[in-house]
């Protein structure tokens, strides 16, 4: 397992906090932990006089949330390239419940910034990126977004390597999850078919910078124009293949075929000229 911290501007306005991360490998939970400087504790923690020094500054414990990966899998949202994230209530001092990221920005196509800002006015402060529906535990990468001001935010992690504690330079955990740990999805074939014919074309499971992986999702699949007999396939050694069939169109048309996952649709499309 790894974790990534990065340091958004959009909580450049945030009292001086520090966020502590406990890993637990062998109960597979997460807890997450907001500390406040001494001189901005509000009178209504509930961890009265639980306080911890960081970087020669006192901080008070405000609020935690234990993240089990158990009941994340239980959970309806559970699907390949999934994402949990909590953000920091300041004005109600607590965490928020995981909220499964692809699943309630999908109906809107808002981005992760764009939601949380809108919803809650507020960056999702931590998060949980799941590459796969059989991920393990180990697989999956915390995220920890703390304020850009190196004086009025950090961030400590417990329970793993140094090594694999990375500080980056990127302003969202966004970056992190869909230019380093995410999984996309490759679509090829002809890009012509006969009219009322049918032609086939091949996916590919690929990581964030294109190479093939032999990890297997199911891809959820979407004709713009034509036919397609399925709308779900299951990658086998990270590859799969299906039919399209020009039912219906003449030449001169076109169509779209979309591949993508269960709630990251149209991560990558073929376009088919019927001639």
């Known amino acids: 397992m790894k974790a990534y911290i990065t340091r958004p501007q959009t909580m ?10 406990y890993v637990d490998k062998v109960a597979e939970t997460i807890t997450f932990e907001m500390g406040l400087a001494s001189q901005q504790w509000p009178s209504n923690s509930r961890f009265e006089g639980e306080t911890f020094i960081n970087k020669g500054k006192e901080y008070r414990l405000l609020a935690d949330s234990v993240l089990s990966f158990s009941e994340l899998k239980a959970n309806r949202a559970w699907s390949d390239r999934q ?14 419940r995981p909220i499964p990221l692809y699943t309630v920005t999908l109906p809107t196509r808002m981005s992760a910034p764009e939601f949380s800002l809108t919803t809650y006015r507020n960056n999702f402060s931590v998060g949980l ?30 329970g793993l390597e140094e090594a694999d504690i990375i500080r980056t330079s990127y302003s969202a955990s966004s970056y992190v999850r869909e230019l380093i740990v995410m999984p996309d ?16 074309f091949e996916l590919q499971i690929v990581d964030a910078d294109g190479a093939p992986l032999e ?11 034509g036919y397609l ?12 293949t299906a039919k399209f069939m020009a039912l219906g169109l003449q030449p001169g048309d076109k169509a779209r075929i ?16 019927i001639t």
């Open 229 to 240: 007999p399925k709308s779900r396939v299951r990658t086998v050694n990270g590859t799969a």
């Open 185 to 200: 999805v490759s679509i090829s074939g002809a890009s012509e078919c006969p009219a009322n014919e049918s032609v086939e």
């Open 215 to 225: 990890k297997d999702a199911e891809i959820y699949l979407e004709a713009v124009n």
């Open 129 to 158: 990126a799941v590459p796969f529906a059989d991920s393990q535990f180990d697989d999956c990468v915390i995220t920890a977004n703390i304020s850009p001001d190196v004086d009025r935010g950090d961030c400590e992690i417990y």
């Open 258 to 273: 979309k591949a993508g996952f269960k709630f990251f649709l149209g991560a990558a499309d073929l376009e088919v000229n």
């Open 83 to 96: 994402a949990w994230h909590l953000t920091y209530r300041w004005d109600q001092r607590d965490w928020s």
């Open 12 to 21: 450049a306005s945030v009292p001086d906090h520090v966020i502590r991360i």
